[in-house]
């Protein structure tokens, strides 16, 4: 047990790995805490704040960049892996956060960006000067058509041809994503023992794990084979918009190559010098699905996860299938599962609406906290927080700028904590990055500790109540056939068997016990609970019951 935090107890399964079941909570730097008054998040505010952390009853947090990078895309374009930007601090406060994170019993996991650099990289400043210097394969470069137009039909994810001209070499380079964001050429080994360099640098400093941006982005078709038309009925997004023209292809050949099988496998070896350390990669392919179960086994990833529950569709049948979908793809592997984070519109407005029903940011953290796998919780989900609306003027997000009025992008999800109701919210002495939603403020943590009833307090009892549940946390999933909108499961792990269920909608529903089995209800969960009266389970609108099976 923690010293400092006695929600961490793995006294029961001293021999489960610390990550599988654990509440990984994640922080964007920028929008954190600002303590230097520049209107940005920093490291320093990250570590002020860890004892409210370590109170949520969480097992790690996910820092998300921090590493030094020219901010086109707000840290996800490094240009220095191994140091700190001076936006958040340098890298002896990473070393404070690590050790003060450590002393409250929470593990550490920060980003790794592996497939892509920034422009302003030294590797890619000195690849770009012509075909002939020391990294001038460290990139993905191609020669133009006969017609000067790009190698290939490829797009990228934030709009229009992912290729971008270099006069110097002229050639192109590949960005997926921003064109300030080069891909690197992992068909080039001097790059993936440099990219495992950078990984290990992290490692020796002390860190628990990371999350692995984009990872089935790091090789590409070596022959440049263009991607194929996908009919319309078919353009569904999974973490960019439908009517985004990357949706008008199928992406067979600019990502998830069977290469990246081996470098996985070379990551994990790396890994395994490092008992403790954990990698989750983050997958987004045309079977994400498919792919977490091919990436995550004992030879490559620890666990996986992908955008199936950070989309618009909810509802109990659609859980279930992802779910299920998976359980039968990855028999052996280890999902971690997530219903918000950086990229998507905060999930009480995603799946509540304009006005989100008052339990619903408690019962949706217990569903997804509920499932087999473990869980990554976005910073303000434990408030209830809902998306911000803001002005085009006010927007970041260079895709959302781009893609404006139709996508918004994801500013939305990324304004700042709101500590205190005061009208900064206690976020910075300055005017922030993005504006502090006045929505928000009667949702500030300040507030909600004084009640009782509240997201946050609720967050913390139900977190408190699972850590005493070892079918919840690492246990096996059943599913138990239930009419819409119910979704319910069984959970069983060292003797213990549970019976879960959910009902998903506002009216209060009835269930014949004979459908669920002999079972004795649980209390202390801090959800609106259903009650067990002649043969039925009495279930309220967006209640919950938990239950002992026989």
Not at 150 to 158: A, E, G, Q, R, T
Not at 307 to 321: G, P
Request: proline share 8%.
């Amino acid at each position: 047990m923690s010293p400092e935090n006695p929600l961490l107890d793995d006294s029961s399964m001293s021999d489960t790995p610390w990550w599988r079941g654990a509440v990984i909570y994640q922080i964007y730097p920028r929008s954190f805490l600002d303590t230097n008054g520049d209107g940005v998040g920093d490291l320093p505010g990250i570590i002020d704040k860890l004892d409210y952390v370590a109170s949520l009853g969480v097992d790690a947090i996910w820092v998300s960049p921090f590493f030094k990078s020219p901010m086109a895309d707000f840290g996800y374009d490094i240009a220095d892996y191994r140091d700190v930007d001076p936006l958040f601090g340098c890298l002896d406060d990473f070393d404070r956060l690590l050790a003060r994170a450590h002393q409250l019993g929470l593990k550490v996991m920060v980003d790794q960006v592996l497939s892509h650099t920034s422009i302003e990289h030294a590797w890619f400043s000195e690849s770009r000067q012509d075909r002939t210097n020391a990294k001038a394969d460290w990139y993905v470069w191609a020669d133009p058509k006969e017609d000067g137009t790009p190698p290939n039909n490829w797009l990228s994810i934030f709009g229009g041809p992912a290729w971008r001209w270099e006069p110097r070499r002229e050639q192109y380079y590949l960005h997926n994503f921003l064109s300030s964001q080069p891909d690197l050429n992992f068909h080039n080994p001097d790059v993936c023992q440099a990219v495992l360099d950078n990984v290990k640098f992290w490692l020796d400093r002390g860190v628990d794990g990371f999350r692995l941006d984009s990872i089935n982005f790091c090789f590409h078709d070596a022959k440049l084979r263009d991607n194929p038309a996908k009919p319309k009925d078919k353009r569904v997004g999974r973490g960019f918009s439908a009517d985004n023209p990357y949706a008008y292809q199928y992406h067979y050949f600019n990502n998830t190559q069977p290469e990246n099988l081996a470098f996985l496998s070379e990551l994990r070896k790396l890994l395994n010098a490092y008992p403790q350390a954990v990698t989750l990669g983050e997958i987004s392919s045309e079977d994400s699905l498919a792919t977490m179960a091919e990436y995550t086994n004992v030879e490559r990833l620890h666990m996986g996860y992908s955008f199936e529950l950070l989309t618009d569709d909810f509802s109990a049948a659609f859980v279930r299938k992802t779910v299920q979908d998976l359980e039968a793809k990855m028999p052996h592997g280890w999902p971690c599962w997530a219903i918000s984070n950086h990229d998507s519109v905060r999930v009480v407005t995603r799946w509540g609406g304009a006005q989100p029903p008052a339990y619903l940011a408690n019962q949706l953290s217990a569903m997804c906290c509920s499932l087999r796998g473990s869980v990554c919780v976005y910073q303000g989900e434990e408030l209830g927080l809902p998306e911000a609306e803001l002005a085009y003027e006010d927007l970041q997000d260079p895709y959302g700028i781009a893609f404006w009025p139709n996508f918004k992008g994801r500013d939305g999800a990324r304004t700042p904590m709101p500590w205190s109701d005061a009208t900064d919210g206690a976020f910075s002495t300055t005017k922030p990055w993005l504006p502090m939603p006045p929505e928000h403020l009667p949702l500030a943590v300040s507030r909600q500790e004084q009640a009782a009833d509240s997201p946050l307090n609720g967050f913390r009892r139900f977190m408190a109540w699972r850590h005493q549940q070892p079918a919840l946390v690492h246990g096996d999933i059943a599913f138990i056939d239930l009419p819409e909108p119910l979704i319910g499961f069984t959970r069983q792990a060292e003797g213990q068997r549970l019976l879960v269920v959910f009902n998903l909608g506002a009216e209060p529903l009835d269930v014949p016990l004979d459908t669920l089995g002999a079972c004795h209800p649980l209390e202390g969960h801090g959800l609106l609970s259903g009650n067990v009266e002649d043969g039925m389970l009495h279930l309220p609108g967006f209640g919950a019951f938990y239950a002992t099976l026989d």
